[in-house]
């Protein structure tokens, strides 16, 4: 929307105020996310092994090729350059577990990129959270392997039993909380091991630290606020500890946090901010939804693990939050109380 | 100073400041140009009728336009000599408008102004004097200001003087304050004398420590029988606007729609405050201004002190002109001001800065979709929502986009900056404004 004109050897441009902008820029913004998503990649691979990294780079290639197909297709600028798919590429590989075969994230990446962000407008106008849609889509359709190619990290001490690579939201939910402290000794164990992220699981989402110390920089640089990650995590450390256990208030709320997809769906993926509340108050609410399904599914529900599809429910709930709280306006007109 | 320094509360940005080019440059006074082009229609309200005809003898001062019936100012000649032509002249703003050219007269003498003791004088008779001085608010909107200062009887309690100039790159309103802060706490005693209060306090930003300082002083020495404070205020993007500024000096909030007195404030920018003592004291009309000329555009950047009328192409060439990396010229700040294509349009009463801005200091950014990152929702100080009015507009659901606020948009660009994907949500609103119905 700019006009340029000549003005003795000089193009003068014209628009509309204000004609200064700030240097963050969407690409910005995209690219520090996938450098904050580096580091547990590392650590996933040096504990899972070379083939964790080769999978990564199969969702990454396929999200980004998908998403130039898809834009060509559909008659859009492409548009890969922005880190957009590459942030859905890492993520989705993020959600599946390490032991599963090479082509599924090449089915997951057309899911989560074709289907669920182009066909519903693109960038910025999906509703549901590409990369949970791929993987809910993968769960739906290869659900042995989704549920069961689990591989034992490395450096873990335990005892090697028929468990010996189950994850332990698996364990404590067949078997309670007393078998996962049985197999790895002692309770400060897990939290240290589990919390530096060596432990069963999906291949980024194991190092709470990690993904810790990548949301707390993108919360430092204001690219995303405290408001969902904190509202989810308290909700399903609370909850646990009130429902987790065999009475009430007898539930291991850090257990429940360093385990499972928490961190990873806390900073990255509850955080999309095309699928989330866009202001504080439905932010806050947003977040507590998230926490309770999750522990409503890993308590009560058919999965050991409900990160994925609390975030995917409560995705639909976010028009809703959106109208019902806007931001509060500087002040009413004359005669009309707030 | 407090501890704490006073700010409005919601949303708000920290654009870079970019004073750093003339904030330490003391104001400087530009020879007369040979030619002025006097706008008849320079802000906001009605247009002026030309009083005077074509080969007449003007002398500076002289009221050659004045409104018939209707909002409006009379404007002056700026310099003594003959008019040339009555025509057209090119507005920043209003693309062209009727206008009055003198060519100054080389071998007239300079106009000498007398000062007079102004506290005998009754609150009409000062009324009058800002009146026929042609003062308007120079801030930008150019509201006239005798009729501001009569507001209905009892309803103002505090005048503010809006010292916070929080536009990046202008520097005028911070050398006036750093220069004649005497005159300025003169033109604060007047304004309270005519509305027939006692409290007044000048909001300035931190980032003038200087000017803090030296309006403490004048303050201090000077405002015997009135309850005059300088308030320091935090640095931050609009504080100067006008309900900004008030919630953040008094707490109160201006009502939507509403209008300053209806929480019983005035608010008077600082040069329009030094140009109402001139006007009283010295019986001088608005037939100057100091400008800033600023950005890496120009050869020299400088706070000038021109005559209303000057056409800015005469001032390039005293500032030595542009650089080659010239890209865009903006009259006002770069928050707020307007794009021009031409450098032939003259000072008026309303301009504070022109700013020359090469390629790296503005963005020429393309504009993406909406991502639904909020951020716009942050920043924008009347708690509006800048970006479902952007997607109505594309839409074409103009109408609609009265529910997200648009009316209550006083344009400051807070959303539009912060915007990663570049949306020119500012024009998206002007655009909501033509067609949505309030």
Known sequence: MEKTTTFENHLLTVSVSPHIKSPVTVEKIMWTVVACLIPPLIMATAIFGIRVLIITLISVISCVLTEAISEKALGRPITIKDGSAVITGILLAYVIPPGVPYYLPILGAVMAIFVTKHLFGGLGANIFNPALIGRAFLMATFPVAMTSAWIVPKYLKHSADALSSATPLFIVKHYGIQALIQKYGSLSYIYKNFFVGIRPGCIGETSAFLLLLGGLYLIYKGYIKWYIPVSMIGTIAFLTWIFGGEHLFEGNPLVAILSGGVMLGAFFMATDYATSPNYKTGQLIYGAGIGALTVLIRLKGGYPEGVCYAILLMNGFTPALDSWFKPERFAPPKGEKK | ?438
């Open chain 2, 1 to 438: 100073m407090e501890k704490t320094l006073r700010t409005f509360k919601k949303g708000g940005i920290h654009p870079p400041e970019r004073k750093e080019y003339t904030e330490d440059l003391p104001i400087e006074e530009m020879p007369l140009p040979s030619e002025v082009d006097i706008l008849l229609l320079q802000h906001f309200g009605a247009t002026c009728k030309a009083l005077v005809k074509k080969k007449d003898e003007v002398q500076e001062g002289d009221i050659i336009g004045d409104v018939e019936k209707g909002l409006g100012a009379c404007v002056h000649a700026s310099v003594t000599g003959t008019v040339k032509a009555i025509g057209e002249s090119v507005h920043p703003l209003m693309v062209s408008v009727p206008s009055i050219t003198i060519e100054r007269d080389p071998e007239a003498e300079e106009k000498q102004y007398k000062s007079v003791d102004w506290h005998g004088l009754s609150k009409e008779e000062l009324l009058n004097r800002i009146k026929r001085a042609g003062i308007v608010g120079m801030g930008g909107a150019g509201f006239p200001t005798h009729v501001k200062l009569s507001p209905p009887e009892g309803k103002v309690d505090t005048l503010i003087i809006n010292g916070a100039e929080c536009e990046p790159y202008l520097t005028v309103d911070h050398r006036l304050m750093v220069e004649h802060p005497k005159e300025i706490v003169e033109g604060i005693k007047i304004i309270l004398t005519i509305l027939g209060i006692k409290k007044g306090y000048v909001g300035i930003e931190a980032n003038k420590p200087d000017a803090i300082e030296e309006m403490s002083r004048a303050v201090k020495e000077n405002s015997k029988g009135f309850d005059i404070s300088v308030v320091p205020l935090k640095v931050k993007y609009p504080q100067g606007s006008e309900k900004q500024l008030i919630e953040a000096v008094t707490g109160r909030k201006v009502p939507a729609f509403g209008l300053p007195f209806d929480v019983g404030v005035i608010v008077q920018n600082i040069g329009t405050t030094k140009a109402i003592y001139e006007s009283v004291v010295f019986n001088k009309p608005v037939v100057d201004k100091v400008v800033t000329f600023s950005g890496k555009g120009i050869v020299r950047p400088a706070n000038l002190k021109v005559r209303i009328g000057t056409r800015v192409k005469d001032i390039v060439d005293y500032l030595g002109g542009t650089t080659p990396e010239l890209r865009k010229v903006v009259v006002g700040g770069p928050m707020m001001g307007f794009a021009v294509s031409t450098l032939d349009f003259p000072i008026t009463k309303t301009t504070s800065g022109v700013l020359f801005l090469t390629e790296e200091e503005i963005d020429l950014y393309e504009y993406k979709p909406c991502i639904r990152c909020g951020f716009c929702l942050e920043a924008c100080p009347m708690g509006l929502q800048p970006n479902e009015i952007g997607i109505y507009v594309e839409a074409g659901k103009l109408e609609e986009t009265t529910q997200f606020g648009v009316f209550e948009c006083f344009e400051c660009g807070c959303c539009a900056y912060v915007c990663p994907s570049k949306r020119p949500l500012v024009q998206f609103i002007r655009i909501a404004k033509m067609k949505a119905k309030r």
